[in-house]
């Protein structure tokens, strides 16, 4: 499978379809996500319903522009940005690239951003989440002891990063924070991850009006190492 650049750095949005979470309202209902994972995800979906589990989409395919709007809005202040514990944290005093590297943990900047491929998506049990309770995707809900724990501990049983889904951010190696709620089709994103290369961020960058766009092309080989590629 060949994956244009567009794709991988979530300029177009050609290769995702609607996908509706069952029983849910609006704004939780519709996502978007790759043609192609569309029956794998149905069929895991299927799976942990039969252990009870309501396996829900909170975010699938994000657009450059939206990862641009976020990316801004946190290195700006103007959305929170959380530390190591995961509780919302001050930039000011910090410099360009110490902003970046605390943003970088939870956000990735414009086309660096698996969800642009719409093979990676952030997932929670709607059956364990009770009545007007605001989801947050922290490590509090789905580590241990977490409302969505079981279901997590559950989907353990079911990775499989060859040919299956898998957690890309399962394990904290000094770059992007654990993200148990976020997994990825491997058989779709091996593609995506081929094609992002360090120079085509490099180009991306210099696209669009990025906050802190200098500083990311300048330690660009620093994280892509620590950030972007998978080991
Ligand atoms: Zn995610």
């Given at each position: 499978m060949r994956v244009d650049v567009d794709i991988a750095t979530g300029t177009t949005d050609r290769h995702v379809v609607r996908w509706i979470n069952e029983g849910l309202d609006e704004p939780h209902k519709h996502f978007l996500i790759h043609s192609g994972l569309v029956e794998p995800?149905?069929?895991?979906?299927?799976?942990?319903?039969?252990?009870?589990?309501?396996?829900?989409?909170?975010?699938?395919?994000?657009?450059?522009?939206?990862?641009?709007?976020?990316?801004?809005?946190?290195?700006?202040?103007?959305?929170?940005?959380?530390?190591?514990?995961?509780?919302?944290?001050?930039?000011?005093?910090l410099t360009d690239w110490q902003k970046a590297e605390a943003v970088l943990r939870w956000s990735a900047f414009p086309g660096a951003s698996r969800h642009h491929w719409g093979t990676?998506?952030?997932?929670?049990?709607?059956?364990?989440?009770?009545?007007?309770?605001?989801?947050?995707?922290?490590?509090?809900?789905?580590?241990r002891g977490g409302m969505f724990a079981p279901m997590h501990d559950w989907l353990d049983t079911q990775m499989d990063i060859n040919n299956g889904f898998f957690r890309p951010y399962h394990s904290?190696?000094?770059?992007?924070?654990?993200?148990?709620?976020?997994?990825?089709?491997?058989?779709?994103?091996?593609?995506?991850?081929?094609?992002?290369?360090?120079?085509?961020?490099?180009?991306?960058?210099?696209?669009?009006?990025?906050?802190?766009?200098?500083?990311?092309?300048?330690?660009?080989?620093v994280i892509y190492e620590r950030f972007i590629r998978r080991r």
């Open positions: 995800f149905r069929q895991l979906r299927d799976r942990a319903a039969s252990k009870g589990y309501d396996l829900c989409v909170c975010s699938g395919f994000r657009s450059f522009q939206r990862q641009t709007e976020i990316w801004n809005a946190k290195v700006s202040g103007h959305r929170p940005t959380l530390d190591h514990e995961s509780r919302p944290m001050s930039l000011d005093g990676d998506l952030d997932v929670y049990d709607a059956a364990a989440m009770p009545r007007g309770y605001q989801l947050r995707l922290t490590p509090e809900e789905t580590d904290d190696t000094g770059g992007i924070a654990p993200e148990r709620w976020h997994l990825s089709y491997a058989p779709l994103a091996r593609h995506c991850e081929a094609v992002l290369t360090p120079q085509l961020l490099a180009e991306r960058l210099h696209d669009q009006k990025i906050c802190l766009s200098d500083t990311l092309i300048g330690h660009l080989p």
